[in-house]
């Protein structure tokens, strides 16, 4: 379980506040108006910032201090995080070994985690030269191979097509079901919170408030998400 125990991130300007705890295999939209501070939290949970007050928690343990890669997660950014020159194998590698010192068994994996994403034979191509769909599978493949039990993502399709963005939520959901993994995913697009099927965390007016059914939550928004969302 995750939890954000009386948290205050401390940017200047900007200051956000988390008291909130989400359920172990949650899967959770992150929404909220532009520069409200949903990509804060996320980095705060990540560990690439440090909270002013309070402690993160994951089954009870505090992550304070404990750096990202050492976290019990794994992350997608929009651009995938992606290495140019490095084959799309390789770029799946590095959730195993970041110095990219891999066993056979190692290599079987990767291979075994770009089939499941669906780009068998493309192991030996670099992200230069795949569709932005193939490019997110590649992110998608890691998170899988390193199996962390929580993942998070930063508006991670958003240069996608609606269809396109459709298909790679299913194979998160599918990523999430294999892996066990709590979900926090970042999105501008209510549809794809609804789609995501589950809970939803909005982040307004300085807090991220504790996550409720997303369902429920866009049936009858609170005002500050109602101006969010515009007329219909
Ligand atoms: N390194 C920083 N130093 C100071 N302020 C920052 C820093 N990074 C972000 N901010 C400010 O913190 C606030 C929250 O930013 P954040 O990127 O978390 O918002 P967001 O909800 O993810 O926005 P968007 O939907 O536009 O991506 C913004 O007002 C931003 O200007």
Redesign the pocket.
Known sequence: MLQLEGLKVD????VLRADLSVAPGTRAAVV?P???????LLSVVAGFLAPAEGRVLWDGRDLSGQEPGKRPLSIVFQDNNLFPHLSVADNVGLGLSPSLRLSKDDRARVAQSLERVGLHGMERRRPAELSGGQLSRVALARVLLRSRPLMLLDEPFAALGPAMRGEMLELVQDVAAETGATVLM?T?DPRDARRLGGQTIL?AEGVARPPVATEALFADPPAVLRDYLGPD
């Open positions: 940017l200047g300007a900007f909220g532009s520069g409200a501070g949903k990509s804060t970042v501008h982040v």
